[in-house]
């Protein structure tokens, strides 16, 4: 049965952004592919298996529920690590699991350390120290209780990381903040390192720090945003294209391609004498003699009811605008100006086509939401498709 509805995942732009972002890091660094948010709205069980394709081999994740999610889309043993939420049961089963956690309490390492007793594993810890973001990170009291933990249970604890999260390193405005927290980072791995405790992960970089603050690359970089094909920011993007121009590149080009398209086809069409009232109530009337398109997607498949009237899609290579309501399953598009639209035809939602692009940005009425924000709304239950 052909879906209505449907996401492409690129291969060869994932490959490209994989590459690209990879020169950033130092040699040896590790390149964590971060999949939280059901991999930003492009789907985990499709995504993870891509993005192995392209050599990513380490993952990160917020919940164990996404862990379990990656080490069942895995294919080439790649490892895992959990970010945020996690209860007493789901230490145990990561532990049991092999996978890596993040560690910013004293129950944590304490269910780890049963955990690793009753099973014999050893359990994998990312120590994650405040740094001035303030929302989960060791305070040095805590911090000094859990190296004394991991020093008197070296089998069954291994810290294998320390890191900290920046607090908005994709403006400039945070510059200070971003610049006190990295000192304090640095500052308090060396301490640590006198305690005896050298993680051969220590890790602070999102895609917007790898890209601004080379420093920020230590032995491994969480790529999120930008390995999907995003920048971190508005400014980031102009910061590195206005970098090219003055480095002489001439025409600059934005090295990120986005790996998603979504797409529908037309499901049937109409023609509309001057006049008449498109689809409920009478939000649109024709002013023309009026060729419409119907699309067998609506709000039920997450296609916004705030696109009425306002949103694009594209169709034999132009645009075509949304007329009316969208309704749960259907939405009309006018496609008076696109010639030739026939039944079956392909219609991109966001993506391109042709010289045009609909932007994830541009798809929202609401410019002010950020990217992340509008990935993470993508519809999880209509099919991905991964193309070349
Ligand atoms: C989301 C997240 C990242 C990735 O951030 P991007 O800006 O998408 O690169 C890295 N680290 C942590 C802790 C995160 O929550």
């Known amino acids: 049965m052909e879906s209505n509805t449907w996401i492409e995942l690129s291969r060869s732009a994932l490959r490209r952004n994989v590459r690209y972002l990879r020169g950033y890091l130092t040699p040896g660094a590790c390149f964590t592919s971060v999949v939280k948010g059901r991999a930003y709205g492009h789907g985990i069980d499709a995504f993870v298996p891509l993005a192995e394709q392209c050599g990513v081999r380490s993952f990160a994740a917020f919940s164990a529920e996404e862990a379990r999610q990656v080490l069942a889309a895995r294919t080439r043993g790649s490892d895992v690590m959990v970010m945020g939420h996690m209860t007493a049961d789901e230490v145990a089963w990561a532990v049991e ?18 955990a690793a ?18 929302r989960t990170g060791l305070e040095p009291p805590e911090l000094a209780q859990i190296v004394e933990l991991l020093l008197a249970n070296p089998r069954e604890l291994v810290p294998e990381g320390v ?12 510059y ?3 610049r006190q927290q990295i000192d304090r980072f640095m500052d308090k791995c060396g301490r640590l390192a006198e305690q005896g405790v050298t993680p051969r992960h220590r890790h602070m ?28 920011s508005p400014e980031a993007r102009i910061h590195h294209l206005a970098d090219q121009i003055e480095a002489g590149h001439g025409r600059p080009r934005d090295p990120l391609k986005r790996i998603l398209t ?26 023309r003699p009026t060729r419409i398109a119907i699309l067998p997607v609506g709000y039920a498949h997450g296609f916004s009811r705030s696109l009425s ?13 949304v007329v009316g309501y969208v309704g749960m399953n259907m939405t009309a ?24 692009e609909i932007s994830v940005s541009s798809f929202s009425e609401l410019s002010q939401f950020l990217n992340y924000e509008m990935l993470a709304r993508l519809p999880a239950d209509i099919p991905r498709v991964v193309v070349r």
């Open 97 to 114: 699991h092999d996978v890596a956690l993040w560690v910013f309490d004293l129950d944590r390492p304490r269910w780890a350390l049963d």
């Open 117 to 134: 007793r009753r099973t014999g594993h050893r359990a994998r810890l990312h120590l994650e120290l405040e740094t001035g973001l303030q």
């Open 163 to 174: 890191c900290t999260h920046l607090a908005g390193a994709e403006s400039t405005a945070n």
């Open 176 to 178: 200070l903040r971003i």
């Open 205 to 232: 970089a999102c895609s917007a720090a790898a890209l601004s603050y080379p420093e920020t690359v230590l032995d491994l970089v969480r790529f999120g945003i930008a390995q999907y094909g995003f920048w971190p």
């Open 262 to 287: 979504w797409k529908s086809r037309v499901m049937s069409t109409k023609r509309i004498r001057t006049g008449e009232y498109v689809g409920y109530g009478n939000t649109y009337l024709t002013t």
């Open 309 to 321: 009237n306002v949103g694009r899609v594209l169709v034999r290579g132009r645009r075509a605008p």
């Open 333 to 356: 598009v006018d496609v008076t100006d696109c010639p030739g639209v026939a039944q079956g035809d392909e219609v991109v939602l966001i993506g391109k086509q042709g010289r045009h």
